[in-house]
């Protein structure tokens, strides 16, 4: 055969071949990227979790920060996050680890499951008063 047919055919083949196997946008299933935890689904996770009351820590971190993960007060203590974290009495922890919801849930409910309720003595004791 001459070279240059032989040339074409496969050029032709390789062409159609690439054309017939190329993967369109409709081919590749769709990325979407994890998104981040709701506060409401860290609480329900965390209540699971550590076999404490979803309701209470609602109402705790409610009570303490308005469910505002970058709640502060300077005020007599240094506390921090959802959880209103003492920095002062917990050291170890820095200020952005306590602004960080999942670990400010999980400080929260491990506490409770270890019976350290009044460590929010304030909001503690207007769950009591609000559970009579």
């Known amino acids: 055969m001459n070279q240059k047919l032989i040339v074409t055919l496969l050029l032709l083949l390789t062409t159609k071949f690439l054309i017939a196997s190329a993967v369109t946008t409709n081919d590749i299933p769709s990325y979407a990227p994890p998104r981040e935890k709701t506060i409401s689904e860290i609480i329900d996770e965390k209540a699971l979790q550590y076999n404490v009351s979803a309701s209470r820590l ?75």
């Open 58 to 132: 609602y109402f705790m971190i409610d009570c303490e920060s308005s469910m505002n993960p970058k709640a502060f007060n300077p005020r007599g203590e240094y506390s921090v996050g959802l959880s209103q974290i003492n920095l002062e009495a917990h050291p170890h922890i820095t200020r952005e680890k306590a602004e960080q919801p999942e670990f400010a849930v999980d400080f929260m409910a491990k506490n409770f499951s270890k019976g350290k309720y009044n460590m929010w003595y304030n909001c503690n004791q207007k769950w009591l008063n609000n559970r009579i």
